[in-house]
């Protein structure tokens, strides 16, 4: 019975054609459950299933909190706004509900995950496939987990997908924590593919670019700069080669080489990403079929926009001026330009899109090398060198090394670099961080903040739940 209540928490989830081509099971019973190699894959469909889903509520828990935090974005307008305030003002507290789905989303999916890892190696079928779908699970419950630690720090490891009503799981410690998620990564890179079986699914670059990115937000930066040298190694990945720079996020482009690891969507409701509806001005004209435009409107900040360099190519991803649907043609102005670097899905309806959303690629890989070799060795040549590679794809010119004396000077520049490319891509908080300036910066925009606020606060509702759970410093 147990194993039936399980079932249902991913039976529901609808099939998904593009990314998995998900197979929904209309029954189970005592003797089917977890028996042959399709429910196997079946398990792992529904893994995957949270992991990829943006939806309403991953559209909020990563991109709001990623980059309305910082100096990128402000939102105005609509019911999201409410919501949104008081993460751009720092006013948040415990029981905000973003973190409660958050907490709820990442546990659940690392649940599916756990199931996968405990059912699947006692089905009998195909060893090789078995040992990379327990391999695919383990990158997946990483992920989970990545994701809360970037949130809220380390939280309580869960590693089977048994528990009772009495479990009451303490929160890890900083290096259990580290240790755990970089175990399971290593674990998953040795035997992951380099070429994915299906698009979408994880594979020994996605795994290692993962473990990159960890070691780099925990300024591990000699096994940062290791494992980015180990992916550049695999030499299944480049950057995207095109006359434009922003050509990379076009719809016709997503299987790309700078792709490591995405977010697949569909323009189906629910499999779709509604970033557009919320970036689009008001009566914005779209150039395709009728959709929707949401009251929230996501706004750049001046200072980030006006901080590029006019001949950047990147720039062409801004919407500065349009023609509404009344024919009148409008100017943005302060602090009202609009990030459109993922295109208008032309032939989709309604508020959902078939943008594929790049969670790891190539370019990150580059300058988080870069970044590594600074906090190493300082601004070497090799570490210039590869910073220059992305600028020259956005049609700037090199860097000089007399230019960066020192690491710091060089660590500031890599720290714009890394705005200039990764803007509306979820990156901004963690870099902010990272560099020491996210407290800083919210200050200077008339912030009242708190180094503190570097975390989240633990939902309170999960404290409530859990007695073993200890708050994040700061909060109460």
Known sequence: MKKLLYLLLFIGVAACDKPLEEEVFSSFGPNNFFKTADDAEALLNAAYALEQKQGTDGFRNIFVMAEVTTDLLIIREGGLRGLAQPLEDFTWNASHEFFDVAWTRYYSAIYRANLVIDNVPNIDFDEERKKQIVAEAR????SGYIYLYDLFGPTPIITNSVSTSEDRPARASKEEFIKFVTDELTAASEVLPVAAKQYGRATKGAALAFLTKFYLNNKDWAKANETAQKVIALNAYSLFDAPNRTDLFKLANEKNSEFIYVRPHVAQPGLGTNYLPHAAPPNYKYKGVAKANYAT?????????????????RLGAFLTEY????????????DDKRSFKFEEDLPATGADMGNDFP??????????????????SGPTQEAIALVNQVRAKAGLPALAAASYATKDAFRAHILKERGWEFFSEELRRQDLIRHGKFIELAKARGKVAFDYQVLFPLPQSEIDRNPSLKQNEGYK
């Open 139 to 142: 990158f997946l419950r990483a």
């Open 297 to 313: 409107q996501l706004k750049t900040l001046s200072s980030f926009y006006d901080s590029f360099d006019p001949k950047d190519q």
């Open 323 to 334: 023609d509404d649907l009344s024919g009148k043609h409008i100017v943005l102005g302060q």
């Open 359 to 376: 969670v790891v690629r190539y370019a990150d890989i580059l300058l988080s090398k870069a970044e590594a070799i600074n906090e190493l």
